[in-house]
């Protein structure tokens, strides 16, 4: 977004840099690079860097008000609550598209939230890579509040395990070998130590739960989270006998399931901010607006963009069976604002928090990043087409 670092950068990029760019990621762990990565990061000026850190801030402030957790109790399904919940969530997401105010300044605006763990291993190799292959400027960094890699990775580990040794600990996923992420999950085990392990290999004894490493049994005393109910559903069939994860087990979790719902589409009708598109659940709507082009649908319980309604008709509206079950949200215009050499791209930028035990509020750490030049963000709207994917944004200091 910073004109005269794109178009340093664009004149010297080359498809022969790129291609060595990825040979190098890949080999990191080679053939578990799963999905595409962008020819180029974002850049981002001081200006638009301090109203998305600011719009970051402010909607922490909600969650930090005292009755947050009441408001969000029914934000958890039946079925799905899981014991021993904590009082907040050691990993916090907030993504914003990046659009343009009525004078054509650029201005983020929020499009999810997440009290879940997303690409925090990767986001710390990957940039750094990119610095190798590709001229960065030395007063950008992904990096927030003063940190490196170095500084990054060890908060990173502190966080995830606490007072345990890395044995004690396991990534959760449903089957962590077959997903997209694979590569995320092996440079966290690189970085930590701690084992990607599939729901379907856990074991229960009592309140304790253990998973078997080359032959021996080990008892986890902390979980960092990657399953999502909503998957855990899809594939239920698949799996096999598992563990009914929402039984009292002795175990703590990095973060707690019951955060995933928390901070999600179902926090924001509970946030005013000129960053916030306005929203509303759908069973508290008392007049449909006049002009349902501007207003997308979307379900509370699903993932990665299932069941959004982007062209909206009275229908779409009226047909609802559960209209608690999804909010309305006024659309967000992502700008093409980002110059490529076969036209401009649009991009995403996902701030991502770490929040250690004693500290009063989350710590913005670093960014991932998207860029698209589909009708929304994401693989399936991007096929064929070339910068575009996932990135990472580098922030003026």
């Not at 007063?139 to 040794?165: A, D, M, P, R, W």
């Amino acid at each position: 977004m910073i004109s005269s670092v794109r178009e340093r950068y664009n004149a010297q990029f080359s498809k022969e840099k790129y291609l060595s760019f990825l040979k190098a990621l890949d080999d990191l762990h080679p053939g578990t690079l799963q999905f595409r990565v962008a020819e180029t990061p974002v850049f981002v000026g001081k200006e638009f860097g301090k109203k998305i850190i600011e719009a970051g801030e402010s909607i922490i402030d909600v969650i930090l008000h005292p009755d947050f957790i009441k408001k969000t109790e029914h934000a958890i399904p039946p079925g799905e609550r899981v014991p021993s919940e904590r009082s907040f969530p050691q990993m916090l997401c907030l993504d914003f598209g990046v659009c343009l105010d009525e004078n054509g300044n650029p201005e983020p605006q929020l499009i999810e939230m997440q009290g879940f763990p997303t690409m925090y291993a990767f986001q710390a190799f990957f940039p750094d890579l990119l610095k190798k292959h590709f001229e960065i400027p030395e007063n950008y960094s992904h990096y927030f509040n003063g940190l490196t890699t170095e500084t990054y990775l060890q908060l990173f580990k502190e966080i995830v395990l606490g007072s345990c040794n890395p044995e004690e600990v396991i990534l959760l996923e449903i089957k962590p070998r077959e997903q997209k992420t694979l590569i995320d999950f092996l440079l966290t085990k690189d970085a930590l130590g701690i084992e990607p392990v599939c729901i379907s290999e856990l074991e229960a004894e009592g309140s304790f739960l253990y998973y078997r490493k080359k032959g021996k049994r080990i008892r986890v005393k902390r979980i960092y989270n990657r399953i999502i109910f909503d998957e855990l559903h899809a594939q239920r069939a698949s799996l096999g006998e598992i563990v009914d994860l929402t039984q009292p087990f002795d175990v703590e979790w990095i973060p707690h399931p019951n955060w995933f719902y928390r901070i999600s589409k179902y926090s924001l009708p509970f946030i005013r901010h000129p960053y916030v598109p306005e929203t509303v659940f759908l069973s508290d709507l008392k007049k449909l607006p006049d002009d349902l082009s501007q207003y997308v649908l979307k379900p509370l319980f699903s993932f990665a963009g299932q069941g959004v309604k982007i062209d909206l008709t009275e229908e779409d509206i009226r047909s609802v069976e559960h209209p608690e079950h999804y909010i309305l949200q006024k659309k967000v215009h992502y700008a093409d604002i980002i110059a490529t050499p076969d036209g401009y791209a649009k991009t995403e930028i996902r701030m991502m928090y770490l929040w250690k035990e004693g500290e009063s509020r989350p710590k913005l750490v670093t960014n991932l990043s998207r860029l698209s030049k589909g009708k929304m963000i994401g693989v399936r709207y991007n096929a064929d087409k070339e910068w575009v994917g996932g990135t990472v944004a580098f922030f003026e200091q």
